[in-house]
């Protein structure tokens, strides 16, 4: 239960205690601010408090985004402070300096324009605008939010409320913000209207989230029947499970259930949605007669890199030290482009996000065969993957902001260096500081190139995919040796993931035998899942995963190496079931030390994220 103090008695007529105690607060009422005072020293320390001006009038939906988001420790809107515990201190020592109006300037303006009134809750804001505090003020739009100051304002105010339907306004503002063409015109028109639904039956995105995965699932396992039957129906499943999907995030929006745990499962199950779909594909073609295991494997790594790109780029530039980092030639015809009307949402399909890519997925699946989906889904996720790569090399070109060391620590958590490369680096620091500052990405693409070539044309078996891999982990150790600042040292991480993900697909398909395919897919799925879940504690800063982990499971160079050296060692069947019982390890550890993770993060009350972002 959380707890709202009104500054005295309502106004007559007024709904404002109603209003609170809809939105699940307990309401006490002062009869002067140092009662006040009073009553927020009394609430426990675990829970939300709001201190609400008795004049109030306004929306209940702008005291629903001020008083109830998880996401921000304070919050306010003129009328209405809220703290959740992690900001009480500061309301408390804010409240005693409202109440003695000791150093508060008169008549201040707030970043939103609106001229602070007399009143306790206006000079608690500017209180903790004066500490310095971190205060959310929700964007309101249209929304109304105000303190009359006498009967003619106060009719004024209340017809401005009655001339706004504030549902719809909520119901709007449930929809992300920017999204593909497919999502925001053939799925959002109505999946907020499902969302709603949801809300008003005490459904939890969680649970959406949840209905949308076993949806998936099922449409993997229809697709794996391998009839013309299953494939329609897995494509018209894997629609719903995609309206699901969009309906997850837009609840949350709509009732503010923002939550760690949530953030971290709808973007896990994302992936895990579209990747099992791929398996039941791959499976249902083999029963039909037709191998596509590769195409399946070839479409995972080529998706699990193109994110990889947008991960490392984003934060290699998060944080930038200077101000002019985003002006170049490339950002601003990109911004010249924006606003062309048409161009922004050719751009937003041509790099075939989570919805283009899905619908086409479904409709492929449903009117043609697995093997005509595959090459669809790699030519259209190559093309996407050379325009943004392309376009970020340019802006990287003429970047001038120095890279911060939170920056090249978040690239080198996303590197997923091993033992063998951190040992090697540690000796190699001195001439590695010696090289030109686009030698990095170009020393880890050439071991990469160099191990994944060695694979395919040296056949299954050899000593020298061994020995390729060797030089693979000591060009890694190379291209980590020192800080990742430098303007192209984004490519790292991604050049690591394909040169990884590559070596096992040659291994794999130079086998030769039935199941060698389907065991490196397990693998490379279950190495994407650690990589994607670096990726979600970086940017929930959670930090990267635990040391012990990574070299629990060997780092990039150490997987590449032991796959090599298991390509030569066994037959190709036992290398076969080398690698399943390898997956399975890497899997079960990974696995295990992530759910611990964010289970423990989400109970012990680590601050709510919701990642707009962008379209995966």
């Given at each position: 239960?959380?707890?709202?103090?009104?500054?005295?008695?309502?106004?007559?007529?007024?709904?404002?205690?109603?209003?609170?105690?809809?939105?699940?607060?307990?309401?006490?009422?002062?009869?002067?601010?140092?009662?006040?005072?009073?009553?927020?020293?009394?609430?426990?320390?675990?829970?939300?408090?709001?201190?609400?001006?008795?004049?109030?009038?306004?929306?209940?939906?702008?005291?629903?985004?001020?008083?109830?988001?998880?996401?921000?420790?304070?919050?306010?809107?003129?009328?209405?402070?809220?703290?959740?515990?992690?900001?009480?201190?500061?309301?408390?020592?804010?409240?005693?300096?409202?109440?003695?109006?000791?150093?508060?300037?008169?008549?201040?303006?707030?970043?939103?324009?609106?001229?602070?009134?007399?009143?306790?809750?206006?000079?608690?804001?500017?209180?903790?605008?004066?500490?310095?505090?971190?205060?959310?003020?929700?964007?309101?739009?249209?929304?109304?939010?105000?303190?009359?100051?006498?009967p003619q304002s106060r009719n004024e105010a209340r017809q401005a409320v009655a001339a706004v339907d504030d549902?719809?306004?909520?119901?709007?503002?449930?929809?992300?913000?920017?999204?593909?063409?497919?999502?925001?015109?053939?799925?959002?028109?109505?999946?907020?209207?499902?969302?709603?639904?949801?809300?008003?039956?005490?459904?939890?995105?969680?649970?959406?989230?949840?209905?949308?995965?076993?949806?998936?699932?099922?449409?993997?396992?229809?697709?794996?029947?391998?009839?013309?039957?299953?494939?329609?129906?897995?494509?018209?499943?894997?629609?719903?499970?995609?309206?699901?999907?969009?309906?997850?995030?837009?609840?949350?929006?709509?009732?503010?259930?923002?939550?760690?745990?949530?953030?971290?499962?709808?973007?896990?199950?994302?992936?895990?949605?579209?990747?099992?779909?791929?398996?039941?594909?791959?499976?249902?073609?083999?029963?039909?007669?037709?191998?596509?295991?590769?195409?399946?494997?070839?479409?995972?790594?080529?998706?699990?890199?193109?994110?990889?790109?947008?991960?490392?780029?984003?934060?290699?530039?998060?944080?930038?030290?200077?101000?002019?980092?985003?002006?170049?030639?490339?950002?601003?015809?990109?911004?010249?482009?924006?606003?062309?009307?048409?161009?922004?949402?050719?751009?937003?399909?041509?790099?075939?996000?989570?919805?283009?890519?899905?619908?086409?997925?479904?409709?492929?699946?449903?009117?043609?065969?697995?093997?005509?989906?595959?090459?669809?889904?790699?030519?259209?996720?190559?093309?996407?993957?050379?325009?943004?790569?392309?376009?970020?090399?340019?802006?990287?070109?003429?970047?001038?902001?120095?890279?911060?060391?939170?920056?090249?620590?978040?690239?080198?958590?996303?590197?997923?260096?091993?033992?063998?490369?951190?040992?090697?680096?540690?000796?190699?620091?001195?001439?590695?500081?010696?090289?030109?500052?686009?030698?990095?990405?170009?020393?880890?693409?050439?071991?990469?190139?160099?191990?994944?070539?060695?694979?395919?044309?040296?056949?299954?078996?050899?000593?020298?995919?061994?020995?390729?891999?060797?030089?693979?982990?000591?060009?890694?150790?190379?291209?980590?040796?020192?800080?990742?600042?430098?303007?192209?040292?984004?490519?790292?991480?991604?050049?690591?993931?394909?040169?990884?993900?590559?070596?096992?697909?040659?291994?794999?398909?130079?086998?030769?035998?039935?199941?060698?395919?389907?065991?490196?897919?397990?693998?490379?799925?279950?190495?994407?899942?650690?990589?994607?879940?670096?990726?979600?504690?970086?940017?929930?800063?959670?930090?990267?995963?635990?040391?012990?982990?990574?070299?629990?499971?060997?780092?990039?160079?150490?997987?590449?190496?032991?796959?090599?050296?298991?390509?030569?060692?066994?037959?190709?069947?036992?290398?076969?079931?080398?690698?399943?019982?390898?997956?399975?390890?890497v899997a079960l550890v990974v696995l295990f030390e992530s759910v611990r993770f964010w289970v423990a993060a989400?109970?012990?009350?680590?601050?709510?994220?919701?990642?707009?972002?962008?379209?995966?």
């Amino acid at each position: 239960m959380s707890t709202a103090i009104l500054t005295g008695q309502p106004v007559p007529g007024s709904s404002l205690e109603g209003d609170l105690r809809s939105l699940g607060f307990d309401v006490r009422i002062a009869s002067g601010p140092a009662e006040a005072e009073t009553l927020l020293a009394g609430v426990p320390a675990g829970q939300r408090v709001a201190v609400v001006d008795a004049r109030f009038v306004g929306h209940v939906h702008a005291l629903r985004l001020a008083l109830t988001d998880p996401r921000f420790p304070l919050a306010a809107i003129p009328g209405a402070v809220t703290a959740q515990p992690a900001g009480r201190q500061d309301l408390t020592r804010a409240t005693a300096r409202g109440n003695s109006g000791a150093d508060l300037p008169a008549g201040e303006t707030h970043a939103g324009g609106t001229t602070l009134v007399d009143g306790l809750t206006d000079r608690i804001a500017t209180a903790l605008a004066a500490d310095g505090a971190d205060v959310h003020r929700p964007e309101l739009g249209s929304l109304v939010a105000t303190v009359p100051r006498d009967p003619q304002s106060r009719n004024e105010a209340r017809q401005a409320v009655a001339a706004v339907d504030d549902e719809a306004v909520r119901l709007k503002s449930a929809v992300k913000a920017r999204d593909g063409f497919f999502t925001t015109h053939f799925i959002s028109p109505y999946s907020r209207y499902i969302a709603r639904w949801c809300a008003r039956r005490g459904l939890t995105p969680n649970q959406v989230t949840t209905a949308s995965l076993l949806t998936a699932l099922i449409a993997a396992g229809c697709a794996a029947t391998g009839t013309r039957g299953g494939f329609v129906a897995a494509g018209v499943l894997l629609l719903a499970s995609f309206v699901l999907d969009c309906t997850d995030g837009q609840l949350a929006r709509y009732s503010l259930q923002y939550s760690t745990l949530g953030a971290w499962l709808d973007a896990t199950f994302d992936r895990a949605k579209e990747y099992a779909y791929y398996a039941g594909l791959a499976l249902g073609a083999a029963r039909g007669g037709d191998d596509v295991w590769a195409l399946a494997l070839g479409a995972m790594v080529l998706q699990t890199c193109r994110h990889v790109v947008d991960f490392s780029f984003n934060e290699a530039n998060a944080g930038d030290t200077d101000a002019t980092a985003g002006t170049s030639p490339t950002a601003a015809l990109s911004d010249r482009l924006d606003s062309v009307g048409w161009t922004v949402w050719v751009r937003r399909m041509i790099v075939l996000p989570i919805g283009e890519r899905w619908a086409m997925i479904a409709v492929l699946t449903a009117l043609t065969t697995p093997r005509v989906t595959f090459y669809a889904l790699l030519v259209g996720c190559a093309f996407a993957a050379t325009y943004t790569t392309a376009g970020r090399v340019l802006r990287s070109l003429t970047r001038k902001a120095r890279r911060t060391d939170r920056a090249a620590r978040a690239l080198a958590d996303l590197a997923d260096s091993g033992p063998l490369a951190e040992g090697l680096a540690g000796a190699l620091r001195n001439p590695a500081r010696r090289l030109p500052g686009a030698a990095t990405p170009a020393v880890a693409l050439l071991g990469g190139l160099a191990v994944v070539a060695t694979a395919v044309l040296t056949g299954f078996g050899g000593p020298w995919t061994i020995a390729a891999s060797c030089l693979y982990v000591l060009t890694s150790a190379v291209a980590v040796a020192r800080p990742l600042k430098g303007a192209f040292d984004w490519l790292v991480p991604p050049f690591f993931r394909a040169a990884e993900y590559g070596t096992v697909l040659a291994l794999a398909a130079d086998a030769e035998v039935n199941g060698a395919l389907p065991a490196a897919y397990g693998l490379v799925a279950a190495v994407a899942y650690h990589h994607y879940d670096t990726v979600y504690r970086i940017r929930g800063d959670a930090g990267a995963p635990p040391h012990w982990l990574v070299r629990a499971i060997g780092g990039h160079e150490g997987r590449v190496l032991a796959v090599a050296v298991l390509a030569a060692l066994l037959t190709a069947p036992q290398f076969t079931v080398a690698l399943t019982v390898l997956a399975v390890a890497v899997a079960l550890v990974v696995l295990f030390e992530s759910v611990r993770f964010w289970v423990a993060a989400h109970q012990g009350g680590a601050p709510a994220v919701h990642d707009e972002g962008e379209p995966a």
